[in-house]
């Protein structure tokens, strides 16, 4: 088995889905978290980042060997531990769903990232009543076409949980924890964060795992 170890600062930001694969996976692995200050300083970081491969977190550590890149990492983890589809169309249909997720958390990056109070209001009701909803319908459509060809099988991907359920749970944790009740009205994506978050192997993790703004 190889030793992993995954550095990133110690949020879930990128760096959580990596840690729920290698989790889900069982494998033991280095949690490397950087420690940020209230003024968003890193020392560690600083003197750590001439050292990175692209000089970005996260960055994944597999037998000595560096991988950057959140996206990059997520993938190479879910084909090692076979969560990246049975198939080509199923793996294509895995990295659709983990690039439309990217897309969402980049608009919700526009609401963290802003210091305007009124400007942040305006991106916080543009998500509510345009971007959720959208990305709402996308994935509607398929957890029911999914459904459809693999006899209700409640993942978006396939007849088994992938890398693509897990990004669209965690992609979806810190807007929920802004906007509660984003949900309410979409029940069939309320039943599939509940699938994940209960899952045997990601339960006790989900539970337990530090308490974070992001």
């Known amino acids: 088995m190889p030793k992993y170890k995954l550095t990133y ?7 959580e889905i990596p ?6 996976a ?5 949690d490397k978290r950087l420690k940020v200050d209230s003024n968003g300083n890193c020392n560690e970081w600083i003197e ?3 050292k990175m491969p692209q000089r970005v977190l996260p960055v994944l550590e597999v037998d000595g060997k560096l991988l950057s890149q959140s996206l990059t990492i997520c993938r190479y983890l879910a084909r090692e531990f076979g969560l990246c589809g049975k ?12 690039d439309t997720m990217d897309d969402l958390r980049a608009e919700v990056a526009k609401w963290i990232y802003e210091k ?3 400007k942040k209001d305006e991106i916080g009701s543009h998500l509510r009543s345009e971007i959720y909803p959208k990305f709402f319908g996308i994935l509607e459509d398929i957890l029911k076409e999914n459904e459809e060809n693999n006899n209700r099988s409640g993942y978006l991907v396939g007849d088994s949980l992938t890398l693509a359920d897990l990004s669209v749970f965690e992609t979806f944790t810190f807007p929920l924890s802004i906007h509660p009740d984003i949900l309410d009205d ?3 994506l309320q039943e599939h964060r509940k699938r994940i978050e209960t899952h045997k192997h990601l339960a006790d993790y989900i539970k337990n795992r530090p308490v974070r703004p992001v």
Do not use: I, M, N
């Open 9 to 15: 600062f110690d949020v879930r930001g990128r760096g």
């Open 19 to 24: 840690r729920l694969l290698l989790t889900y």
């Open 26 to 30: 069982g494998v033991k692995f280095e």
């Open 48 to 50: 750590l980042k001439p």
């Open 87 to 98: 198939t080509s169309w199923e793996q294509a249909l895995v990295e659709q769903v983990v």
């Open 116 to 118: 305007d109070t009124e």
């Open 186 to 188: 979409h029940l069939e």
